[in-house]
């Protein structure tokens, strides 16, 4: 089965930090770019990050921009979400998915997004 596999998250207080991992299986990530997600009860998903294939560009959504760092490791078939200075705000299931990129960097489009992992939950509270 082509889907990815979201590991990491947990409960941490607000300012700390936690990293969350995304593998994919059943395919390489070689020619993906690779998008986090986000969704909190009651409201929509949210787009957080997008990383390029080669992971040279990364877009942020302005509201985890400078506080949250997406990388990737293609030979682990691996992309990564490093978050610091957690806010309470933070706290939502967050999934992984993927989009073919061919030359120039793609859109991170839910829509258009593929292989879609089962999510892992990140709590910010005290």
């Known amino acids: 089965q082509l889907q990815f596999v979201e590991s990491g998250g947990g409960l941490v207080q607000p300012g700390g930090s936690l990293r969350l991992s995304c593998t994919a299986s059943g395919f390489t990530l070689d020619y993906y770019a690779v998008g986090w997600f986000r969704q909190a009860p009651g409201k929509e998903r949210e787009g957080v990050s997008c990383?390029?294939?080669?992971?040279?560009?990364?877009n942020y959504a302005d509201s985890v921009k400078g506080r949250f760092t997406s990388s990737r490791d293609n030979a682990k078939n691996t992309v990564y979400l490093q978050m610091n200075s957690l806010k309470p705000e933070d706290t939502a299931d967050y999934y992984c998915a993927a989009i073919v990129q061919r030359f120039a960097m793609p859109s991170c489009d839910y829509r258009a997004m593929l292989y879609w992992g089962k999510g892992t939950l990140v709590t910010v509270s005290s």
């Open positions: 990383i390029s294939k080669g992971g040279v560009i990364t």
